[in-house]
């Protein structure tokens, strides 16, 4: 291994990380983003490139950070990221009204990537019941 090789090899896995996250979006992604992030990790620690072969060494672990946080495990929508509180219940029931609350939510929450992708969603549903159904992905409803 040389420091050319081990570079290009983590930026081809880095790429494919975003790639996975545009093609398939992120709540389709998360498996597959979170394996090639301990595949990294394990490439890092096999290698020792904090020594060696990488002089970003701090910047990749902050960036594999950062993704490990965005995919938090264990908690929240399919994607892993931590749902907002959101009262649709007593509400208007209009499901209008319900995107809308819905989405502010998760954009207060600085979620309005998953804000819009709920509201693609939601639109492409066929019946009222899926509709609530897609939104309760996204929201801890009150």
Known sequence: MNK??????????LMTILEKEV???????KDDVLKIVDMIEDLDLFWDSDSQYDPDAEELDAYLEKIRVKYRQGGGNEAGISKPSCKLSGEDGNIFSLIARASKALKEAGQAGEADEMTARVFQTESYNNALQVIMEYVEVE
Request: hydrophobic share 45%; net charge negative; glycine share 12%.
């Open 4 to 13: 050319e090789i081990y570079q290009t090899m983590i930026t081809g896995l």
């Open 23 to 29: 093609v398939l979006g992120e709540v389709e992604a």
